[in-house]
């Protein structure tokens, strides 16, 4: 079956940029998309189609494409920023996919 | 705006079944598929289905594929999922999630998610 795979954690200190990866075979050929899941609530969308953004998500989240990763981009990070995050796409047949979470620390 | 508001969880034993609500609001129900995903406590987010937005297609995740149903009433702006033969590991904080589908575009994602309502399959 498809799989995405993030790296467990990243670190980064206030105000620096942090990049979290997704890796996936199919990544080329379907979109990805980003969640953001802070404790004890539901989880949020900040990135759609590998790279836009919704309305109301701030503008130092981005997202790139590159091959077969996919990466999230926080540009300034906040201490608020701190939150699991998760990337989602789908293979062919419509089967949603959904990376293992990156826990990101604000140190 | 848009609300998802799910209940129906609640402690069930192995083997059981239990059926979960989402109550939607703020859109037009009926123009979007709609999914169910699903979280077990401490781990990460597993998608369990959706629907299209006439009921004609749904799709399931391996996982749950003949024990779990997913419905919906367009007149009742409502989601189901009936959940049969409970097994310990489908234990999860379950969301539903509205899902601006574009087949064509091969676009499957979640742009507004409830709060979730927590199964626990135990005896």
């Known amino acids: 079956s498809y799989e995405l795979t993030q790296p467990p954690s990243v670190s980064v200190s206030p105000g620096q940029t942090a990049r979290i990866t997704c890796s996936g075979d199919a990544l080329p050929k379907q979109y990805a998309y980003w969640y953001q899941q802070k404790p004890g609530q539901a989880p949020v969308l900040v990135i759609y189609k590998d790279s836009e953004r919704p309305s109301g998500i701030p503008e130092r989240f981005s997202g790139s494409s590159s091959g077969t990763t996919v990466t999230l981009t926080i540009s300034g990070v906040q201490a608020e920023d701190e939150a699991d995050y998760y990337c989602?796409?789908?293979?062919?047949?419509?089967?949603?996919?959904f990376g293992g979470g990156t826990k990101l620390t604000v140190l | 705006q848009v609300q998802l508001v799910e209940s129906g969880g609640g402690l069930v034993k192995p083997g059981g079944s239990l059926r979960l609500s989402c109550a939607a609001s703020g859109f037009t129900f009926s123009d979007y598929y709609m999914s169910w995903i699903r979280q077990a406590p401490g781990k990460g987010l597993e998608w369990v289905s959706y629907?299209?937005?006439?009921?004609?297609?749904?799709n399931y995740a391996d996982s749950v594929k003949g024990r779990f149903t997913i419905s919906r009433d367009n007149a009742k702006n409502s989601l189901y999922l009936q959940m049969n033969s409970l097994r310990a590991e489908d234990t999860a904080v379950y969301y539903c999630?509205?899902?601006?589908?574009?087949?064509?575009?091969?676009?499957?994602?979640?742009?507004?998610w409830g709060q979730g309502t927590l199964v626990t399959v135990s005896s």
């Open positions: 989602q796409s789908a293979d062919s047949s419509g089967t949603v996919v």
């Open positions: 999630a509205r899902a601006p589908v574009v087949v064509v575009a091969a676009e499957y994602y979640f742009d507004y």
């Open positions: 629907i299209s937005s006439s009921s004609s297609y749904t």
